[in-house]
């Protein structure tokens, strides 16, 4: 994770068009301002980020699915669960499913495990729209290649 | 087995919070019902569920936007559930 540049999720482990599933991997940070307040004295990775590390996986299996021609922008989040703490320097794992593919928008449900065991999850909606403008796709292209967005969409979906 | 309308008029009442019984064949969704686009969604989630069929949301939007249809065309329920009767017909065709 690059808290500083909003980066939640380091790396895509895989993605499957066929299935609407993706996998991803992040590692929290040893250190980071965030953790001077959240809390001190007992450095914890807030719930928000991790919702956000939910939402960030989601949306790269979103941004697959539509070939990199549409960018989905997070419109709700539900039934978010927490049930562990998770601390500076743990690795943790994190999957979505594509559950629902509507007219301009989409559903994913997102998890995060840690050590294998489930931690966190929740419902997200996404609307998805077209891209703003070239230099946003243009950059998020770049963001892709740095998190291992397949150069290539595999064409099974 | 209920209307099209009673399911939709059921989706809304419970995803909206809105008493069942104000919830009219004439009601539109927007003006009279008072949903707004965000809850639209998890409406069209759940239509889009329970008919199997994709609502055709963002062709409708356009349409609008550029004057070839009103709102009324797709959220006045009456006409809401004709379109889905049609999305549902053209399905099975």
Redesign the interface.
Known sequence: MRLEYFQLIDRIVDINLADRTISTEATVPTTSTIFEGHFPGFPLMPGVLLIESMAQTSGWLVVAVNRFERMPFL??VKDAKFRTFVTPGQKVSVNATLV??????A?TKSSIALDGKPICDVEL?F?IMDFPNSEMRDKMREMAALVGFPAEVPANG | MSSTFDTIANIIAETCDIPRDSIKPESHAINDLGIDS?DF??I??AI??AFGI??????W?QEVNDGKATTDQYFVLKNLSARIDELVAAKGA
Do not use: V
């Open positions: 419109a709700a629902h593919e509507g007219s301009g928008y559903i909606t609307r | 965000l969604l998890d069209a989630f889009d569920k994709k609502l055709p949301l963002e062709q939007t």
